[in-house]
């Protein structure tokens, strides 16, 4: 059956995915099925690494280089289990933390090869290929995910998040606290996002993207020093977080939105709820910062 309308109905992407009218080549359905499925063979392949490559370094390390060809019942006496087991242990620690610097180097470079650096803007499916390299980089970030785990999940609240956000183009303080009890989702334009010292991200959803209609947008957000997100708070868009605001679970700042300095705001949308005094607190962080810096002079 034929359905009747006209093209007002029809959105950047139905122009560029079904009538090709996009200055850049768009992959074909049939390529994005092919890609996902040769990229999720690598990644589980990549995943059991770990594992097998434990086992010939244990076989490897307890019957000699040879041991393709020996008869390993012959010797199961001589061998005993405990050393088995510890030799097993230690060899999975270094096969997981080359897995985990696989991922790194991997997403990383993904990052800085599809999307290189993200800049304010529109960037509809008709006019640049931004979209379609996002929908590959995404594919590609399943590297991080094992079932229903999350390889960000054991860097929660750790210096260490701050430092892999840095590396996918962040600007982040020092002192921050990012997702201490994971993400849902983890900042998906984490070089669209500056963050001063001294804040914390629980949970929350910091996302510089907005689609209307068809209308893909990015806008930087930026959250000054000593800023909070509550357990699923969401900032969107173009957000400005001055020093010492903070946002209650479950509340909603829209695209734009400027949240005043030492203020708690609520709701979805948010509005403020009430304000704080601050002067002795910034006054005893200046005192700790001068004392730091002291003690790093001598």
């Known amino acids: 059956m034929q359905l009747d309308g006209d093209e007002s109905t029809l959105r950047p992407f139905g122009r560029a995915f079904y009538f090709r009218e996009a200055p850049y080549f768009v992959f074909s359905n049939l390529f994005m099925i092919c890609f996902t499925f040769i990229v999720k063979v690598l990644i589980a392949a990549l995943h ?4 097998i490559a434990a086992l010939h370094l244990t076989a490897r390390f307890i019957y000699g280089y040879n041991y393709t060809y020996k008869d390993f019942f012959k010797g199961a006496d001589e061998v005993k289990m405990d050393d088995v087991y510890t030799v097993l242990i230690c060899c999975y620690f270094v096969t997981h933390a080359v897995l985990i610097f696989l991922w790194v180097a991997i997403e990383v470079g993904a990052k800085w090869a599809l999307m290189g650096r ?12 931004y979209n379609q390299n996002w929908e590959l980089y995404q594919i590609v970030c399943k590297v991080r995910s094992i079932a229903r785990l999350n390889f960000l999940d054991f860097l929660a609240g750790t210096p260490w998040m701050s430092s892999f956000f840095r590396l996918l183009g962040a600007k982040i303080g020092q002192d921050c606290c990012l997702y201490p009890a994971g993400g849902d989702p983890y900042m998906p334009e984490p070089d669209l996002v500056e963050m001063g010292h001294r804040c914390v991200v629980d949970t929350a959803s910091v996302v510089s993207h907005l689609n209307t209609r068809g209308n893909f947008e990015l806008k930087k957000i930026v959250m000054e020093n000593n800023v909070t997100l509550r357990t699923r708070s969401r900032i969107q868009q173009g957000v400005y977080m001055e020093q010492g605001s903070m946002l209650l679970e479950k509340s909603l700042a829209m695209t734009g939105e ?8 609520q709701g979805a949308p948010a509005s403020r709820l009430l304000s704080y005094d601050t ?13 730091s810096h002291a003690v790093t002079i001598v």
């Open 258 to 265: 400027v949240i005043e300095s030492d203020s708690v705001w």
């Open 279 to 291: 002067s002795s607190l910034g006054s005893r962080i200046s005192m700790q910062e001068n004392m």
């Open 48 to 51: 059991t690494f770990p594992i």
């Open 118 to 129: 993200r800049k304010e803007g529109r960037y509809n499916w008709d006019e640049t290929s």
